[in-house]
């Protein structure tokens, strides 16, 4: 599930991407294995599947309301392909060096990069969707900063997704880059 984080209810609901029509999964779902064949050979799969890069990627990025009516998505800045890796072979670091209360973000994604510990927005789909499997001890404890993927949103700002524990469950949001990340923050990466 995605957790709104405003009144505009700007952030699309993880069910209805589920539900949109597509080629590739037999059931009709979007499905990171098909995703990731559209990144190894985006030309091909769109020849075969046209409608593929459309839904796998921008069902993702939330939407709003400009000043005059128009229906529109925020941008995507960067991303990283999606990574293969099941959620148990996951392991949960964090980013901070010894003496360090806090960083900028643009400095948590450098370090991310480093670690090998770059996840983004595709991802963020894959754990929502294993979501029982993300380990019980970070629940309301971490959050899950997923730095491979920067979106610009309807006022400018650059944001990264993440995931938190709210509600009785993992739900999706946004963070500005420029916020402090602490120790509540912590990067996922395959053992």
């Known amino acids: 599930q995605w957790m709104p984080r405003s009144k505009d209810n700007d952030y699309p609901d993880v069910q209805a991407v589920d539900r949109v029509p597509q080629a590739g999964g037999e059931d009709g779902r979007i ?3 098909n995703f990731q064949a559209f990144l190894r ?3 091909k799969c769109l020849e075969d ?12 990025i939330p939407k709003y309301t400009d000043k005059n009516g128009n229906k529109k998505k925020w941008g995507v800045v960067e991303d990283v392909s999606p990574f293969e890796f099941k ?3 996951l392991e949960f670091i964090s980013f901070l060096e010894k003496g360090e209360d806090y960083i900028g973000g643009e400095e948590m994604r450098k370090r991310a990069v480093g670690l090998k510990a770059n996840l983004g927005l595709a991802d963020a789909k894959y754990l929502l969707d294993h979501k029982a499997e993300i380990p019980a001890k970070l629940r309301g404890k971490k959050y899950i900063v997923l730095p491979g ?5 309807s006022v400018g700002d650059l944001l990264v997704p993440y995931l938190g524990w709210r509600g009785g469950r993992w739900v999706l949001d946004f963070n500005w880059v420029d916020n402090a990340f602490n120790g ?8």
């Open 31 to 33: 499905t990171l294995e």
């Open 41 to 43: 050979n985006p030309n």
């Open 49 to 60: 599947q046209p409608s593929l890069l459309t839904l796998a990627v921008a069902e993702l």
């Open 87 to 89: 959620v148990k072979d």
């Open 149 to 153: 993927t920067v979106l610009r949103d």
């Open 184 to 191: 509540f923050d912590v990067l996922a990466r395959s053992k």
